[in-house]
């Protein structure tokens, strides 16, 4: 039943979507995937608004939350009571950001699996009317080269055919390096938007005293994530087909995009602080 429901809510949709564009489109691929990115990314503002929202509520929090941790400090089971009164009292979710995140991420395993099938020639669950509209009944295998690369291959399997150093699998190579930076920019730029970037000062004095609050064991989470998952994502495109990259890559510059575009006058103000941050 989940399947049916995955393939059904997910899967078919988008694996119909992106074939319909590749028509359109004269049979680009890779043209096909940066437009359908850019639409996924289109559909989920909602998501990135209500994201964006919890972030300026829990910025908000933040004093009164400090002032009840140091009231409570030695009495958890009261402490929790006043942040959940305090939550309630201003609509802020603690789950709020999972519901927001929860899409994308279902998007983006879709997607993988939909990249997964048709570069391997699997088109099952197209639907008739894609087929006979833009196929004429029958698909054939899809055109793969885009710019320098062929999308339906991948850094190994070219590094374990002519080696790690052929010179066929660099543009692969830079492609998952350039996925891996941008993601990078990325993550970070999600941390300072949502005031992750602890000053350098406050981060050596809680060093010293060894004692942090659960906001900033979360914002140095985050700063471990920002270099851990970006190479992460290197890693996955090396051995994932390249048009995989592609879309990774167009959906991260998509992200940064549209955060300026929700609030722009606080993207900027926040960008500007954190510089000031990391230049002090």
Same mark, same amino acid.
């Given at each position: /039943?989940l ?6 809510l ?5 694996l119909?979507a992106?074939?319909a564009? +590749?028509s359109?489109?004269? *049979?680009? !691929? *890779? =043209?096909?995937?940066?437009? $359908? ?6 559909i989920?503002?909602p @998501?990135?608004? &209500?994201q ?7 910025s908000?929090?933040? %004093? ?6 140091? &009231? ?6 009261q !402490?929790?009571?006043e942040q959940?009164? !305090?939550?309630?009292?201003? *609509?802020?979710?603690p789950?709020?950001? $999972?519901t927001?995140? !929860?899409?994308?991420?279902l998007?983006? @395993?879709?997607?993988?699996?939909v990249?997964?099938?048709?570069t391997?020639?699997n088109?099952?669950g197209? +639907? %008739?009317f ?5 196929f004429? *009944?029958?698909? =054939? ?5 885009f710019?320098?690369i062929? $999308?339906?291959?991948n +850094? /190994? ?5 002519? =080696?790690?150093? @052929?010179?066929e699998g660099?543009?692969y ?15 970070k ?5 949502? #005031?992750?970037?602890?000053p350098?000062k ?5 060093n ?5 609050s ?7 989470? #985050? ?6 998952f970006p190479? /992460? ?8 087909p390249?048009?995989?990259g592609?879309?990774?890559l ?5 992200f940064?995009?549209q +955060? ?6 606080e993207?900027?103000? @926040?960008?500007r602080d ?7």
């Open positions: /039943m399947t049916t429901l995955w393939n059904t997910l899967f078919y949709p988008i119909n992106l074939l564009l +590749y359109i489109l004269g *049979g680009s !691929l *890779g =043209g096909a995937v940066i437009i $359908l990115a850019i639409i996924v990314r289109l989920l503002i @998501a990135t608004k &209500k964006t929202e919890m972030t300026k509520k829990m908000a929090l933040k %004093p009164r939350l400090e002032k009840i941790q140091k &009231k409570y400090k030695n009495n958890p089971q !402490l929790s009571k959940m009164k !305090l939550y309630k009292e201003v *609509g802020y979710n789950l709020g950001c $999972l927001s995140f !929860l899409p994308q991420i998007v983006l @395993a879709a997607m993988i699996g990249i997964r099938a048709i391997a020639g088109f099952n197209l +639907y %008739p894609v087929k006979d509209a833009f004429n *009944g029958e698909v =054939g295998m899809l055109h793969t080269k710019l320098f062929d $999308l339906a291959k +850094y /190994m399997e070219i590094a374990n055919k002519s =080696g790690y150093f @052929a010179v660099i543009a190579l830079v492609l998952s390096l350039l996925v891996g930076l941008v993601q990078y920019f990325s993550t730029f999600l941390q300072v938007m949502q #005031g992750q970037v602890p350098k406050d981060i050596k004095k809680k010293k005293d060894k004692q942090m659960p906001e900033e064991m979360q914002a140095q989470l #985050g700063k471990s994530m920002t270099t851990i190479l /992460m994502t290197v890693f996955f495109t090396l051995s994932a390249a048009v995989l592609i879309y990774w167009v959906q991260s510059l998509m940064i995009i +955060y300026f575009l929700i609030d722009f006058d993207s900027k103000a @926040a960008l954190s510089l000031k941050l990391t230049r002090s």
